[in-house]
């Protein structure tokens, strides 16, 4: 969190000002809801985490409920993903929504773990909350949360002991999606970009040649912090979806390595913690929680570096978004939770 917020400010100042008139407009609420979300995590990590057994399907129902509610909400780049609140900002409900899934997830799993193998219960459940969660957020549009989400409750169901041939069809179908999806306008445009950047410098493939100028630019030890030359209005959106390029270009190789290794070690806890668990549940809950912090952080250096096509998602503890932040300290709390139970045993 630490790194992300020095980070932050580094690469959002620029574009702050040039935007706002104010160079610490990103940084300000950041701090703010860092803050709070070290109070959460505090708060969290004192309460039973059996609690969110009962308040699983409830914040569920609030995520849908908010999910369909952004759908009339004034576009931003093309997309509805933002709900507006006069006087507080802006709260982006795919945060929630990966939330709830984890807790239904781990909720439903715990309750019926041996009875998995079977399609009516480790299956058609799963399915149903995924499918409508997934055309809620593809109505946005928004691909990246939406294979986020999909990613999170498949290694869920994985974990939990749903049958492997259940997985080889769900395997078929994202393929023929996939497929489909060459015909999606949209879509289209993305893979296109994705496939040769250069083909339109100034349209669709700009932000990611700018990107890949940026971590070129890095080499080895980086240009120095503060000392980016392309998050001056070259790199769009530097301190949300490609701060990992201005990152890489002002501390270089060395920097990026680190981050790398910061989620891996968080990962690599994470399992412990889950390994170690009191019961079914708490296990659940953190290998979703940090399974979902560790796929969000590959994707989006995936993006950055131009090895998937560009989805615009975040990079967790780094990018500016307060939702994202309360939400993901949150999370954290309520792995510590898991561990301190289990310490006490």
């Known amino acids: 969190l630490s790194y992300g917020l020095i980070m932050l400010f580094s690469a959002g100042y620029a574009v702050a000002l040039y935007r706002r008139g104010d160079a610490y407009t990103y940084i300000r609420p950041q701090l703010l809801f860092a803050a709070l979300g070290v109070l959460a995590m505090y708060a969290a990590s004192l309460v039973d985490y059996h609690v969110w057994h009962r308040l699983a399907w409830p914040m569920l129902g609030i995520s849908l409920l908010l999910l369909a509610i952004v759908l009339f909400m004034p576009e931003y780049n093309g997309c509805k993903r ?158 949300n979806d490609f701060i990992f390029s201005i990152l890489c270009e002002e501390l270089g190789f060395i920097g990026a390595a680190l981050v790398v290794a910061l989620f891996l070690l968080l990962l690599l806890r994470g399992m412990s913690i889950a390994v170690r668990a009191r019961d079914k549940f708490g296990a659940l809950l953190v290998v979703g929680f940090v399974v979902q912090v560790t796929l969000q952080a590959i994707l989006n250096m995936a993006v950055v570096t131009n090895t998937i096509p560009n989805t615009g998602i975040s990079l967790p503890f780094f990018s500016s978004g307060g939702t994202s932040l309360l939400m993901l300290l949150g999370e954290m709390g309520i792995v510590l939770s898991v561990s301190r139970q289990t310490d006490m045993v």
């Open 82 to 239: 933002w709900i507006v609140l006069p006087g507080l900002g802006t709260l982006q409900p795919s945060e929630i929504a990966k939330f709830s899934i984890v807790l239904v997830f781990s909720h439903i799993i715990s309750l019926n773990h041996d009875r998995m193998k079977s399609f009516s219960t480790g299956v058609v459940p799963f399915a149903l909350i995924l499918g409508v969660v997934t055309v809620l957020m593809l109505l946005e549009p928004h691909l990246s949360g939406t294979l986020l989400i999909l990613s999170i409750g498949a290694v869920l169901m994985f974990v939990g002991g749903t049958g492997l041939q259940w997985f080889g069809l769900a395997g078929g179908l994202g393929a023929a999606a996939i497929a489909a999806a060459e015909l999606v306008p949209y879509a289209t445009d993305r893979l296109a970009s994705w496939r040769d950047p250069f083909a339109d410098p100034l349209g669709e493939g700009h932000q990611t040649i700018q990107s890949l100028y940026a971590i070129a630019s890095g080499g080895l030890a980086g240009l120095g912090l503060g000392n980016s030359r392309q998050k001056y209005l070259y790199v769009p959106e530097p301190q």
